[in-house]
Every structure is written in C-alpha cells, then in structure tokens.
C-alpha cells in the first residue's frame, strides 16, 4: 500500500468518526450549579446527605433510614422510580438549545448498535462539552445521593449522557432492549405535552405514559427490559443519563486476574 493511498484511508476514517463540537448559546445552560434543579428535591438532597455519610461511616453495620429523598421520589413498579428532577425553566431553555443545535450538529444513531435499537441522538460528551460539565455536575451532587438512598451504592460515572429524539420521521418508537453500558438508566423528558404518543413499556411490569417535563425515570438497567413507546405527533426529546461505577468494574476486575 503506497502513502497515498494509507493517507486516504486515514483521512477517511477520521471523517467517519469526526464529530462536530457545538458551542452552547446560553450561559445558563453551561453553569454547574444548582438553578436547574427542582428546588424540593435538591432541599431533600441536602438534608440527605449527613443521613448518607453516617450510613457509610457505619460500614453497612446499621440500616440506612428513610430519608427525605424518600418523600419526593415515588415508586412506580418495583425497582422503578420518578423524581421531580429539573425545573421546567431549565427544560424549556434546553429545548430553544436544541432548535439552535440542529443546525450545526445532527442528530444521529449509534452505530454500535444495530438498526432497531438506534435512536437518533446527540452524544454530550463528544458534541456538547459545556453541556456535559453541567450534567456531571447534576449526577455528583443529586443522582448519586439519590442512588445512595435508595439502593445504598455510587453509580456517578457516565457512561454516556445524550439527547434522545423520537419523531415520525427518523425514529417513532424503541425496540425492546437493556442499557448495557449502564447500571442505572435516567431518562428525563423535556417537552412532555408538545407531542402525543410516547412513554416508556417495561416488559416485566407494563406501560408508564409520558413523565411530566423535567421528571427523572430511574431503574436498574440490566434487570429492566424496556422499550420506547410510539409517539403519535410531534418531537419527543428526553435527557438521558447511562451510569456506572468505574471504580467497582476495575476492581472486579482485578480480582480475576
């Protein structure tokens, strides 16, 4: 293979795999702080934490109490949450976002995936840096203790964090499927009411119809076969958080070598 030729191929795959970084439009968007938050839930978050800290200090000896977190998360099936997570301020400024996204960047599937369970979407991480900053900001200080008082484990390492677009076009529905790379899947719609149709079906339990806008779906993801359901009208945006615990992985790991 002559240079010109190894050069092309080189030049080719990097075109493949390129990804174009958008930069957000507003500030607000960007700031990691609390704002965004539902304010009953990120005050149920704080007076939580010390509860959490003496839970650890106490090495798994002693039960973790019902905490504060327990009275603004509500179980839906078990092992199934919701939360009021953001407040619809912070959604609606994302959305208007989104609308200035689309013509820079696009959505797209993952190509891992196979066709079925591709979703159109825009990967934070990769596309929308200052945006994924914010985010991971959102999983330390208020997802994690959430996990921590609920399931008593850290899950505050993002696998990905992207925004998911179900339309008529492009995407109506989900096939049935695990979140692999995850251990807790966080799903947050942002413009409930501005589509019909959608929601999410769990095969175990059954169907859970569209969250009010800025309200976090919690569960386990390698117990929870689920899909998307169908939208009827519209554009059905949600915020979607796949977490794990590197650390755990690494040391189970380690501990077969």
Same mark, same amino acid.
């Not at 840096?129 to 200080?141: A, G, H, N």
């Not at 989900?174 to 501005?194: F, K, M, Q, R």
């Not at 915020?239 to 501990?255: G, I």
């Given at each position: 293979?002559?240079?010109?030729?190894?050069?092309?191929?080189?030049?080719?795959?990097?075109?493949?795999?390129?990804?174009?970084?958008?930069?957000?439009?507003?500030?607000?968007?960007?700031?990691?702080?609390?704002?965004?938050?539902?304010?009953?839930?990120?005050?149920?978050?704080?007076?939580?934490?010390?509860?959490?800290?003496?839970?650890?200090?106490?090495?798994?000896?002693?039960?973790?109490?019902?905490?504060?977190?327990?009275?603004?998360?509500?179980?839906?099936?078990?092992?199934?949450?919701?939360?009021?997570?953001?407040?619809?301020?912070?959604?609606?400024?994302?959305?208007?976002?989104?609308?200035?996204?689309?013509?820079?960047?696009?959505?797209?599937?993952?190509?891992?995936?196979?066709? +079925?369970?591709?979703?159109?979407? /825009?990967? !934070?991480?990769?596309?929308? #840096?200052?945006?994924?900053?914010?985010?991971?900001?959102? =999983?330390?200080?208020?997802?994690?203790?959430?996990?921590?008082?609920?399931?008593?484990?850290?899950?505050?390492?993002?696998?990905?964090?992207?925004?998911?677009?179900?339309n008529l076009v492009d995407k109506k529905q989900g096939a049935w499927h695990?979140?692999?790379?995850a251990e807790i899947s966080v799903v947050v719609p942002l413009n409930t009411?501005?589509?019909?149709?959608?929601?999410?079906?769990?095969?175990?339990?059954?169907?859970?119809?569209?969250?009010?806008?800025?309200?976090? +779906?919690?569960?386990?993801?390698? /117990?929870? !076969?689920?899909?998307?359901? #169908?939208?009827?009208?519209?554009?059905?945006?949600?915020? =979607?958080?796949?977490?794990?615990?590197?650390?755990?992985?690494?040391?189970?790991?380690?501990?077969?070598?």
């Amino acid at each position: 293979m002559n240079l010109y030729v190894y050069t092309n191929i080189i030049i080719k795959n990097y075109m493949i795999n390129y990804k174009i970084m958008y930069e957000l439009k507003n500030y607000l968007l960007s700031m990691q702080s609390h704002w965004m938050i539902n304010q009953p839930t990120y005050k149920a978050v704080q007076e939580t934490m010390p509860l959490i800290a003496k839970y650890k200090a106490g090495s798994g000896q002693e039960d973790m109490p019902k905490t504060p977190i327990h009275k603004v998360v509500k179980k839906i099936y078990p092992e199934i949450y919701k939360v009021p997570l953001f407040r619809k301020h912070f959604c609606n400024l994302l959305i208007k976002e989104i609308e200035l996204m689309k013509r820079e960047i696009s959505f797209k599937g993952n190509a891992e995936e196979d066709r +079925l369970r591709q979703i159109p979407e /825009i990967v !934070l991480k990769e596309q929308v #840096p200052e945006l994924y900053r914010s985010m991971w900001f959102v =999983v330390q200080s208020v997802l994690n203790p959430i996990f921590n008082a609920l399931w008593q484990r850290d899950c505050a390492d993002p696998s990905t964090i992207q925004i998911a677009n179900y339309n008529l076009v492009d995407k109506k529905q989900g096939a049935w499927h695990h979140d692999d790379s995850a251990e807790i899947s966080v799903v947050v719609p942002l413009n409930t009411g501005s589509y019909e149709g959608g929601g999410t079906a769990f095969h175990n339990y059954g169907e859970i119809g569209p969250l009010p806008t800025g309200h976090a +779906l919690m569960f386990p993801s390698f /117990i929870n !076969l689920h899909k998307g359901l #169908p939208v009827v009208t519209g554009d059905r945006y949600l915020l =979607v958080f796949w977490l794990c615990d590197k650390q755990r992985t690494v040391d189970l790991y380690e501990s077969v070598l």
